[in-house]
């Protein structure tokens, strides 16, 4: 759309202003910032051009959209954008100004003041008495306190300026009642698998070359990523310097590529890893003799004791775990006895500790749960629980969904109710799976017995 050159003007002058008043921003910037090379960042350079170039927001800016719908009818209002970081708060506001033929001005919460806001304010009331109406852009608004938010109240009402807030945070929590009255709330998505890619293959057509990247890496480059796309962008910027003529980066390439400048640990006292590896793995063999040798080999060596007892500590739950849920109840015990008494009475405990673990039931089954939920959790990022074990103590967030279906397990037959608790996204996850030793002999049944009322439930 042609701008006016009323509009033009407008934005010249407010960059000349912006000059001396710090958090103030507006678009279309005089002199572009320098970048590495004269290059302004990819991600700069791949900012969407129309509200059609928004990523994973379709139910925004798509045909059915209600930022669409907004701007057909013509009837743009105040809004908070909530949204994770990377998803495209920013850009959005700016091409709704473009859309609608607004002055855009930006502020960030985090470096503006009650200053600031007065000048703004002063400037979009001269503009609309001219017929010139000013589209602020506040970043990170939940950041202004409550009587600087309260000073929104008196422009957005009169229509001085349109208002657009971008917050990370719930707004029912961060922002003030009297202002989330006058603004209508717009909830942006994490970006998920396929938009990510969508944005690789935008920086690669901007690049002009594909990323030296295995499928598996540009998984890796997805993931890591976490829904955010400026990262995902800043990622694909740094892989795009690995020479076209170069094998492509593998996932373990990739992370090595991506902390090549993180500093070296030296690990002297090589004998000092070799015993407590020793200790350790006598210990797994359920071999208590062996491992009261390396124990008192250690503490003979000058070792202090308290290390002993943390990697005490670490093998109760990595290697003896549910079988017998008492050793690291006692394991602890031995630790505060030691620091308490000290050397040597307090190494009897310790020794004490090490003939329990040595002879204690042996699983790593709640250790392998434990990485494998990890791994599931980096890989998935930041999806959202699902809506129904939401609580939702605010009008706006019961308007979401939050709390829909959920089923009190207290009032369901057996105390069970059988519903799903992973996010939406993934499919249900088995973690743990219990030994058939010791006490995890009981804890397999309890997890047969639930599986089974799930299955027939669902």
Known sequence: MPQPVAKLMHKRHLAGMGEHQPGLFVSEPAIPPPTRGGQRPLADRLRPATLADIVGQQHLVGPAGALTG??????????????????????????????????????????SGVGDLKRVFEEAGRLRRTGQ???????????????????????VEDATVVLVGATTENPSFALNGALLSRCQVLVLKRLDDTDMEALLARAEAE??????????????????SDGDGRYLLNMAEQVAGVPCDAPPLDAAGLSEFVSRRAALYDRDREEHYNLISALHKSLRGSDADAALYWFHRMLAGGEDPRYIARRLVRFASEDVGLADPQALTLTLAAWDAYERLGSPEGDLALAQAVLYLGTAPKSNAAYKAHKAAARSARETGSLAPPAHILNAPTKLMKKLGYGDGYEYDHDAADGFSGQDYFPEGIERQAFYTPQ???????LAKRQAYWAGLRKERK
């Open 70 to 111: 907004m701007l057909a009818r013509g009837q743009l209002s105040s809004l908070i954008l909530w949204g994770p970081p990377g998803v495209g708060k920013t850009s959005i506001a700016r091409l709704l100004a473009a859309a609608s033929g607004l002055a855009f001005v930006q502020l960030s919460a985090v470096f």
């Open 133 to 155: 109406v000013t589209l602020l852009f506040v970043d990170e608004i939940h950041r202004f306190n409550r009587a600087q938010q309260d000073g929104f109240l008196p422009v």
């Open 207 to 224: 690049i002009g070359h594909g990323l030296a990247l295995t499928a598996e890496a540009r998984a890796a480059v997805r993931a890591m």
């Open 436 to 442: 058939d030793r010791g006490f995890e002999r009981e």
